[in-house]
């Protein structure tokens, strides 16, 4: 059996230690290096891991000097930079908007771990560690699952025909949804029928609101996670009467609650403008 002081004990975890501490800093150096993710395809892909999380800053961070809160946006892009290689994050400023939060964060990973290991460092930064989380949904990003080429021809051509065409987004929202177990105990051309009379109402709406959908069933307590951005407020309220009109509508267990209203703006602006209200 081979005996071992307690010094030399102690030496060795110390090197294995600093070994693991050179280990960590390597491998951060790498991702610090590595090229940021490419956001128009991760924005497109299939497989991406979606999280949103809504944040409500703590009253005892306005009791740090503004000098200390001046410095937490630059703490809070160190952070992006570090996982700029496995994460893409997008802010949104909800103060005014929702009792229950202050912003919102999207982020978009290939891997679902590289977003967890963004947001722990993200929680230990200053601005980070006084945002309470109040929300909290992830979900995967599919092909389409209905209005495809092959099942629904018309439709298809429809969505993939219309583009965009009002100003600049300056609202995003994110609604979750679930379904009951009848929706889920429909046949597929049954589900298929009620789809095609989901698009047909809203692809008029293409133009002026820009959508995204994420899957979160047995990933969360959701089904769907709904992402939309326009800058027609207006327009948006049409869309979601129009589907509130539809026999779809009758399976939802959940529509919203919340629904998370926020202005669009990088991340920087959004911790400037509750750190130092500007
Ligand atoms: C521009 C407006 C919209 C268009 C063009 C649109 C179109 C579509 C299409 C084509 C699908 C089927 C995707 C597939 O084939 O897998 C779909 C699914 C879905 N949409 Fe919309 N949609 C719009 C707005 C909305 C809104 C406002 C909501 C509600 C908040 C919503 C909630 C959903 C949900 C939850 C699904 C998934 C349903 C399921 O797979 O059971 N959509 N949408």
Not at 222 to 238: H, Q, V
């Amino acid at each position: 059996m081979i005996k071992m002081t307690a010094a030399a004990l102690s030496i060795s975890l110390l090197m294995a230690g600093g070994n693991t501490l050179a280990q960590q800093g390597a491998m951060e150096k790498k991702m610090e290096m590595a090229g940021p993710v490419d956001r128009a395809k991760i924005l497109a892909a299939p497989g991406v891991s979606g999280n949103f999380s809504t944040y409500k800053v703590r009253p005892d961070y306005y009791r740090l000097s503004a000098a200390e809160r001046k410095g937490a946006a630059a703490q809070v892009l160190a952070v992006v930079e570090k996982h700029k290689a496995k994460i893409i994050v997008d802010a949104y400023l909800t103060r005014g908007f929702e009792a229950k939060s202050d912003y919102l964060l999207r982020i978009h990973s290939y891997d679902m771990a590289a977003t967890q290991a963004f947001l722990v460092d993200f929680r230990a930064t200053r601005f980070g560690m006084n945002s309470d989380v109040t929300e909290n949904l992830v979900g995967i990003t599919k092909g389409l699952n209905y209005i495809t080429k092959d099942k629904s021809p018309d439709l298809n051509k429809g969505l993939s025909s219309a583009t965009y065409a009002g100003d600049a987004p300056r609202y995003a929202f994110m609604i979750p949804v679930k379904k009951n177990a009848d929706w889920w105990n429909l046949s597929d051309e049954q589900r298929l029928k009620e789809m095609e009379t989901h698009t047909l109402p809203t692809l008029g709406n293409l133009v002026n609101v820009k959508r995204k959908l994420y899957h979160s069933t047995g990933l969360d307590d959701t089904d769907f996670i709904t992402y939309f951005e326009t800058a027609d407020l207006g327009a948006f309220n049409s869309l979601m009467l129009a589907l509130a009109k539809v026999p779809e509508n009758k399976y939802h267990v959940r529509w919203g609650s919340p629904t998370v209203m926020g202005t669009i703006h990088s991340f920087e602006n959004v911790v400037n403008m509750l750190s130092m209200g500007n």
